[in-house]
């Protein structure tokens, strides 16, 4: 993704740590199996993570299973934001995190384990989805509408060779009910207690029987919004935290509440460092007053203490954006014979995402040198840069008064899907299939600032009439009306309308399946009962285009200069599965089967790549199963990494042939450095501090990528004792290791690589950074995906339920957990020694878990759900090492604990009303952090939360 311009960014030393759903049911399909065995009558049943139909079995894999019901009862009115807070999903892509990355407003995107949203398949009854972002196979699960979701299954342990490519991970698959019948009418509205933040969501649904029951036909509409809330709109997240050098001198940093930059502001701030020293700031009229630097600073930059004037960067940031989305679907089956049913589903939706970034600013910038003669300066500020001896100033500013950067990002999708499944061939099970589906993304980015325009309205004289006007005679005549930049508010109207623009961008995404399996749970019998076996085949095609606003596109304004990129790619996969009973009703095996699946594609990217998975399944008594898989899974290049244009982004770089870089080396490590970076051109006295600022660079795809690789293996047991009836635990360790990783070489790694390479500066790396001849500062670093990076993980998944009656009604009580035992980022596979441990860190947290308590009595239902974080750190402890000590006074976030509870009352009719309370003790974020991070998006940033529900069905 490419980031937005941010000062947080610009700065070194900026503060840069980052920083429900309802009772789950937790049926899993353990639970399932074992009530359907005591009916009298046992149906072969479709098996999440199988395509063989099964006689009362239980799903090989690890399943987790969420109902339908549980998910819209949690007050969510997104259903991606109340599955974001299981704990094997990572918070990567919520409505909480929009403004890190360009054209992501919107998106509700899943990541399994948090090794990346690409790396995690999301299904619609098994099948594709077209994804919602530009690039990606990614689907935004706020499309899907949740009315008609009979359940989430989160499937895990060689779910690639069963599903297809990118479940690298595992599979997230939305199973939605088959037959509707009646009218289904839902309502919900909720308030924030504190900021003025709420939300609402009306469904209303129909289906009915035609043709005597042979075909059922049914529609929705859901209609959902959420207003916007600014982290100034809540006490807690308003205050302005930063990094600050400690008082007694000690190397820590503090991080200090009311501290900020201070060499920055929205009136303009100047410095002068000769004459009288300091810097100062406007008042509206333009007369300049001394900044206040307060008792502590930092870097030149940060203050904090008494009369600090320091900026509150928090005034453009949001908590929650602008949202709403509208969904209508439509589905219909028909039974052609008693074997055979045709089917057709029809969807669109459309989502609208606003949300805001901090508006262009100017830091130590000769865009905004203004010189003596310029007619704005105010005669005290033209006494004292005739003090100092200066002929111009440079004004650091925020442009607040052309407004903040607003991007509305508006998605349209529509899918549809033709299929005919039933019986074939008296004991084959079809499922044959046709899917269409296609984005648009519209994204509007507003109060984009023209650089040109801009620098020739700063540059403002006097003309023979007194009028004050543009230098430049060329731009007047183009109409170029001057600029004030001194004083909040300054900036006219006029002005502003000449140098800023709304810079569009659209994409089209395209995908086109074509799809047949057959199965067949009986297809000869061994000694311990029937081997069963699927196949099938799979064609499908990718297509992404996106178009830039040219004149953006051209690097003429403050925006990104992103590019146009697109491509396509089609692949053809073939799958078989097979289920082999071993055997049976021996001492100490109740049963043994052994399940296999293949999958062989054919991309026209990246060629052949092959999927393959081996499981066991071991019922030592009917009480107890022990259950193992172990998988290959490959996921070829996304459109995105495949064919990604060179567009213009920003990294956090330190200069490592700077002179205060090469001080705390060993004699090897120096020797080695300092000969490079002196073949470079670099004089060892280089030591400016202009990396302080983030630069500039490119980051792009890369047509040369090869397929990713994982291994991956699970084993665990499911215990289910007769003498404890309604109590299920399920246990499963389970390991991925993702090898050819597709990932960016950090900036600073192309840096380090580049002149710490023992063999000279003749190196991939070198090539990619381009210096200043005379100034010797890195002025561009190019950055592409490559198959370098290496990531692994592992952990326990456990569940546990217990249902019971108690005083005349049932009690539903489930645990649902994960603890987190490693997750190691290698940027080079090839070298061990450099990871990132990211287990225990924000996000990351080593133990997870969810309780709920779901109590019904009569008309009655009582729901409560408690979700538990781990506490954690900050930073990783390679990067802790790196700087030798703490960065900062905050280093953990401590355990957090978040309540949720309702209660609803149904009516004889029908009518059914609720009432719900979210985060029900308040509870707050971590100190400094906003909740608005990929890792800190954990934490609720909304704060205690009310809603009412009401729903009819009929």
């Given at each position: 993704m490419i980031t937005q311009r941010r000062l947080a960014d610009a700065i070194r030393f900026s503060l840069f740590a980052a920083g429900s759903m309802a009772a789950l049911s937790m049926t899993t399909s353990a639970i399932a199996a074992e009530q359907a065995q005591e009916e009298a009558k046992i149906e072969k049943i479709e098996v999440t993570g199988s395509r063989i139909y099964r006689e009362g079995a239980i799903a090989p894999s690890p399943v987790t299973v969420i109902s339908g019901e549980e998910l819209t009862n949690s007050g969510a009115t997104n259903i991606g934001e109340a599955l974001n807070e299981l704990p094997a999903l990572a918070s990567t892509y919520s409505l909480s995190n929009q403004s890190s990355s360009i054209g992501t407003a919107g998106l509700n995107l899943l990541d399994l384990r948090g090794m990346g949203a690409s790396r995690t398949l999301v299904l619609v009854d098994g099948k594709r989805h077209v994804s919602s972002s530009p690039g990606s196979a990614s689907l935004d699960v706020n499309t899907i509408p949740t009315d008609w979701v009979e359940s989430v299954e989160i499937i895990t342990g060689g779910a690639s060779a069963i599903y297809g490519a990118d479940a690298v991970t595992g599979v997230v698959n939305f199973k939605m009910k088959q037959r509707i019948d009646g009218l289904n009418v839902n309502a919900i509205a909720g308030a924030g207690e504190e900021g003025g933040f709420n939300n609402q969501k009306f469904n209303i649904s129909f289906g009915s029987d035609y043709a005597d029951g042979r075909g059922n036909a049914a529609i929705s509409v859901e209609y959902a919004q959420q207003n916007s809330l600014d982290v100034l709109d809540r006490e807690q997240t308003a205050t302005s935290w930063a990094n600050l050098d400690n008082p007694t001198g000690e190397t820590i940093k503090v991080l200090t509440p009311n501290a900020g930059y201070f060499a920055i502001s929205n009136a303009g701030t100047v410095g002068f460092f000769g004459g009288t020293p300091g810097l100062y700031t406007f008042l509206p009229d333009g007369t300049p007053v001394p900044v206040g630097t307060g008792t502590i600073q930092s870097g030149g930059v940060l203050c904090g203490g008494q009369d600090c004037d320091y900026i509150n960067l928090n005034q453009w940031s949001q908590l929650q954006p602008e949202f709403d989305r509208t969904t209508v679907n439509f589905k219909t089956n028909y039974d052609f014979t008693d074997n055979l049913t045709g089917y057709f589903e029809a969807k669109w939706s459309q989502t609208?995402?606003?949300?805001?970034?901090?508006?262009?600013?100017?830091?130590?910038?000769?865009?905004?040198?203004?010189?003596?003669?310029?007619?704005?300066?105010?005669?005290?500020?033209?006494?004292?840069?005739?003090?100092?001896?200066?002929?111009?100033?440079?004004?650091?500013?925020?442009?607040?008064?052309?407004?903040?950067?607003?991007?509305?990002?508006?998605?349209?999708?529509q899918r549809y899907v033709a299929g005919l499944q039933g019986v074939v061939m008296e004991e084959w099970d079809l499922d044959a299939y046709a899917i269409y589906g296609q984005t648009k993304q519209t994204r509007a980015n507003s109060n984009n600032l023209i650089t040109d325009n801009f620098a020739k309205s700063v540059d403002a004289i006097r003309n023979a009439n007194g009028d004050i006007v543009c230098r430049d005679t060329a731009a007047q005549a183009a109409g170029c009306v001057p600029v004030n930049l001194f004083g909040d508010g300054a900036v006219t109207a006029e002005a502003a309308d000449w140098f800023s623009t709304t810079s569009v961008g659209t994409a089209t995404i395209k995908q086109t399946v074509l799809g047949a399996s057959l199965s067949n749970s009986g297809l000869f019998e061994l000694p311990a009962g029937m081997v069963g076996f699927a196949a099938g085949m799979e064609y499908r095609k990718e297509e992404s285009q996106t178009k830039e606003d040219p004149f953006a596109a051209s690097g003429a304004t403050f925006f990104n200069a992103i590019q146009d990129e697109g491509g396509e790619f089609d692949v053809t996969e073939v799958f078989a599965e097979t289920s082999i009973p071993l055997l049976e009703d021996l001492p100490g095996i109740k049963n043994l089967t052994f399940d296999a699946a293949i999958r062989y594609a054919d991309y026209s990217t990246i060629g052949d790549a092959t999927s393959w998975k081996l499981g066991l399944d071991w019922s030592i008594v009917d009480s107890l199963r022990l259950r193992s898989t172990l998988s290959t899974a490959l996921r070829a290049p996304n459109i995105g990494e495949y064919y990604g244009a060179q567009s213009q982004n920003f990294f956090r770089v330190t200069d490592s042939c700077k002179a205060s870089n090469l001080a705390n080396l060993t004699p090897e490590q120096f020797a080695t450095r300092s000969a490079?970076?002196?073949?470079?051109?670099?004089?060892?006295?280089?030591?400016?501090?202009?990396?302080?600022?983030?630069?500039?660079?490119?980051?792009?795809?890369?047509?040369?990528?090869?397929?990713?690789?994982?291994?991956?293996?699970?084993?665990?047991?499911?215990?289910?004792?007769?003498?404890?009836?309604?109590?299920?635990?399920?246990?499963?360790?389970?390991?991925?290791?993702?090898?050819?990783?597709?990932?960016?070489?950090?900036?600073?790694?192309?840096?380090?690589?580049?002149?710490?390479?023992?063999?000279?500066?003749?190196?991939?790396?070198?090539?990619?950074?381009?210096?200043?001849?005379?100034?010797?500062?890195?002025?561009?670093?190019?950055?592409?995906?490559?198959?370098?990076?290496?990531?692994?993980?592992?952990?326990v998944d456990f569940e546990l339920g217990y249902n019971f009656p108690l005083m005349g009604g049932d009690l539903h009580t489930s645990l649902l957990g994960t603890y987190l035992i490693e997750r190691n980022e290698y940027p080079f596979q090839d070298d061990a020694s450099d990871y990132e441990e990211y287990a225990g860190t924000t996000g990351e947290a080593q133990w997870q878990g969810q309780l709920s308590l779901n109590y019904t009595i009569d008309a009655w239902g009582v729901n409560w759900k408690t979700r538990y974080l781990d506490s954690v750190d900050l930073y990783t402890k390679q990067f802790n090492d790196n700087y030798n000590v703490p960065y900062s006074t905050v280093m953990t976030y401590d355990a957090y604990t978040i309540s949720d509870m309702s209660a609803s009352y149904t009516m004889d009719n029908g009518l059914k009303f609720g009432l719900g309370v979210n985060n029900l003790f308040d509870a707050e974020l971590p100190t400094g952090s906003t909740g608005t991070g990929a890792g800190s998006a954990s934490y609720d940033n909304i704060g205690r939360f009310y809603y009412l529900s009401i729903s009819y069905q009929m």
């Open positions: 609208n995402a606003t949300t805001n970034f901090q508006p262009a600013f100017f830091f130590f910038d000769p865009t905004t040198l203004v010189t003596r003669d310029n007619p704005y300066i105010h005669a005290d500020l033209g006494a004292l840069m005739d003090q100092a001896g200066l002929g111009y100033v440079v004004v650091n500013r925020f442009m607040t008064d052309l407004g903040p950067r607003i991007e509305d990002n508006e998605r349209t999708t490079n970076c002196a073949a470079l051109g670099i004089p060892t006295t280089f030591d400016s501090s202009y990396d302080s600022a983030t630069l500039a660079g490119t980051s792009g795809g890369n047509d040369q990528l090869k397929p990713e690789e994982s291994d991956s293996y699970t084993v665990g047991f499911v215990f289910q004792p007769s003498y404890l009836e309604g109590f299920t635990m399920t246990v499963d360790y389970w390991n991925i290791e993702i090898t050819e990783a597709i990932a960016n070489i950090s900036a600073q790694d192309i840096v380090n690589r580049c002149v710490d390479s023992s063999t000279g500066i003749n190196n991939q790396y070198c090539a990619l950074i381009t210096r200043d001849p005379t100034s010797f500062e890195i002025t561009d670093i190019e950055q592409t995906v490559q198959n370098v990076a290496k990531q692994e993980a592992s952990g």
